[in-house]
């Protein structure tokens, strides 16, 4: 590891697939070019992964964690560490399987890919996007800043919980106008995200067993962006940084960054489901829905799964 010279960024992955992440440390390895420190959380009892081989790291540290919380609950957890070396820009990864899908590698590779992203210097650009433009505050992937609207229904009742923590009088109808990175991986810069690091909320995490929507890792997906809004910055994502990026020259105002990222935000995510699609313009039936497959036998669940390719 590199002590000599400053991180510009900090990576961190929960890593609760090893091989997986024998993948992506390559992926690391091969498209990094510029100091950078890695936290990786795994589950407690794990045996220690793979570090990155780069001579651009400058810091790695791996924390154990209980299994829960999915990729979500370990994040946050590490954001609080002391022992973490203080940073501005962060990128949170995570070993995404999402083994309910035929598409999941496939899924994986995209999100991945596409936060790591570089001009032909070598430059990540969520990074430069982030280190020039301070009204951002978090970047999701290429086609992965969702609406909001239509996609929170059956994790309503735990996303309020959560903002309720920060800020007492949310209604919801204040979730609604804004977006959510998909997939849970993003470019994000620290300050943005401080009231998820001064809060606790690890209560709000129930017991790992397979869940696909409805949890408080579900719910926090959709309220990073929510969060980095409250604390008065922008969400945007990849495809929002070259556009961005070239407008330099003159700077632009606050309302004409909001309509650049607006303007230019990609129509048409490659990796949606129609039968998501159907459920969030029918909200009502997916609440009924998700009950009764909550109260179905696993083995059931797993029919089903097969059946529809999920």
Same mark, same amino acid.
């Given at each position: 590891?590199n002590?000599t010279? %400053?991180?510009?960024?900090?990576i961190?992955v929960?890593?609760y697939?090893?091989?997986i992440w024998e ?7 091969t498209?990094i070019?510029?100091p950078f420190d &890695?936290v =990786?959380?795994?589950?407690? /009892?794990?045996?220690?992964v793979?570090?990155a081989k780069?001579?651009y790291?400058?810091?790695?540290t791996?924390?154990?964690v209980?299994?829960? /919380?999915?990729d ?5 957890m !590490?954001?609080?560490?002391r ?5 501005d820009?962060g ?10 899908r035929?598409?999941g590698?496939s899924w994986r590779?995209f999100?991945?890919? +596409?936060?790591l %992203?570089a001009? +032909? +210097?070598?430059?990540?650009?969520g ?6 433009e301070?009204s =951002?505050?978090?970047?999701?992937? %290429?086609a992965?800043l969702?609406?909001? #609207?239509?996609?929170?229904s =059956?994790?309503?009742e735990?996303?309020?919980k959560?903002?309720r ?10 979730l609604e106008?804004s977006r959510?990175?998909a /997939?849970s991986?993003?470019?994000f810069?620290?300050n943005?995200?401080r009231?998820l =690091?001064?809060?606790?909320?690890a209560?709000?995490?129930v017991r790992?067993s #397979?869940q696909l929507?409805g949890?408080?890792?579900h719910a ?7 969060v980095?809004e409250?604390? /008065? %910055? ?11 990026l ?13 309509e650049?990222?607006s303007n230019?935000?990609?129509q048409d995510?490659p990796?949606a489901?129609?039968? !998501?699609?159907f459920w ?9 829905a998700?009950?009764?497959y ?6 059931t669940?797993? &029919?089903?799964?097969?059946?529809? #390719?999920r």
């Amino acid at each position: 590891m590199n002590h000599t010279s %400053q991180a510009d960024f900090t990576i961190f992955v929960h890593v609760y697939y090893p091989v997986i992440w024998e993948e992506m440390v390559d992926e690391l390895d091969t498209l990094i070019r510029q100091p950078f420190d &890695l936290v =990786i959380t795994r589950p407690a /009892g794990s045996r220690p992964v793979a570090r990155a081989k780069s001579s651009y790291l400058r810091f790695a540290t791996e924390l154990e964690v209980d299994n829960q /919380g999915r990729d979500v609950l370990p994040f946050l957890m !590490a954001l609080r560490q002391r022992s973490v070396p203080l940073f501005d820009i962060g990128l949170k990864l995570h070993t995404k399987l999402s083994p309910h899908r035929g598409d999941g590698d496939s899924w994986r590779r995209f999100l991945v890919g +596409s936060l790591l %992203q570089a001009e +032909s +210097s070598g430059r990540l650009l969520g990074h430069k996007l982030l280190a020039s433009e301070p009204s =951002i505050g978090l970047i999701a992937p %290429q086609a992965h800043l969702l609406p909001l #609207g239509g996609r929170a229904s =059956i994790n309503e009742e735990v996303m309020l919980k959560a903002v309720r923590r920060i800020e007492a009088n949310v209604h919801p109808s204040m979730l609604e106008g804004s977006r959510f990175p998909a /997939g849970s991986m993003f470019w994000f810069r620290r300050n943005a995200l401080r009231t998820l =690091i001064e809060i606790d909320f690890a209560d709000l995490f129930v017991r790992e067993s #397979g869940q696909l929507d409805g949890t408080a890792a579900h719910a926090f997906e959709r309220l990073f962006a929510f969060v980095v809004e409250r604390e /008065g %910055q922008l969400a945007a994502s990849m495809e929002n940084a070259e556009p961005i990026l070239r407008s330099h020259g003159a700077p632009l105002s606050r309302p004409e960054l909001i309509e650049l990222i607006s303007n230019s935000l990609a129509q048409d995510n490659p990796f949606a489901l129609p039968l !998501a699609d159907f459920w969030r313009h029918h909200p009502a039936l997916l609440k009924c829905a998700h009950a009764i497959y909550a109260r179905l036998p696993k083995s059931t669940v797993r &029919l089903l799964r097969r059946s529809i #390719g999920r």
